[in-house]
């Protein structure tokens, strides 16, 4: 035979233990919410020097390709300069010309870079010119910025002195 369980009577006691339970209960909750904000706190603050070295590495690679892009161009607009002029002392001195321009079109200070133009002979047509220009780079502000990054990044051309000129 089944024997049929007594229907529970309503008293206090077990309702004042179940209130007491989830009260515990919530209290526990409420701890680990307050441990696990604790863990994300502490994960932040050590992730956050690792994320902000590597932004400052970005940045420094960064200002290193654009200053090369910028000498890129500067040599190869102070060897277009010195080959499209009609003798050697112009031809020098506007290749220097045309290099500062360019840099000064890149925004950089033309006071900090040095060029130097070469022919190879004597100045006539076809004759090979090289500019060539670099420039000083502040090291990256990260951990051994100034070991990994180059302190001076430099660009060279090479081009014939026009044979087509005219009037020469």
Same mark, same amino acid.
């Given at each position: ?52 070295? +590597?932004? #400052?590495?970005? %940045?420094? !690679? @960064? *200002?290193? =390709? ?70 000083? +780079?502040? #090291?990256?502000? %990260?951990? !051994? @910025? *100034?070991? =990994? ?20």
């Amino acid at each position: 035979m089944k024997t049929k369980k007594a229907p529970r009577s309503l008293s206090v006691v077990p309702t004042a233990i179940a209130l007491w339970r989830e009260g515990f209960q919530s209290e526990i909750r409420g701890r680990r919410a307050q441990i696990a904000r604790g863990q994300a706190y502490v994960e932040f603050v050590l992730v956050l020097p690792l994320f902000l070295i +590597v932004i #400052a590495g970005v %940045v420094g !690679f @960064g *200002q290193v =390709l654009y200053t090369k892009l910028a000498m890129e161009a500067a040599a190869w607009s102070g060897t277009r300069h010195a080959v499209a002029t009609l003798n050697q002392n112009r031809g020098v001195s506007q290749a220097y010309l045309g290099a500062r321009y360019a840099l000064d079109g890149f925004g950089l200070n033309p006071d900090h870079a040095t060029a130097q133009v070469s022919v190879w002979g004597q100045w006539h047509r076809g004759v090979q010119v090289r500019a060539r220009v670099c420039y000083n +780079v502040p #090291a990256p502000p %990260v951990p !051994f @910025g *100034q070991i =990994l990054a180059p302190q001076q990044v430099c660009a060279s051309e090479t081009m014939p002195i026009y044979k087509w000129k005219s009037k020469w």
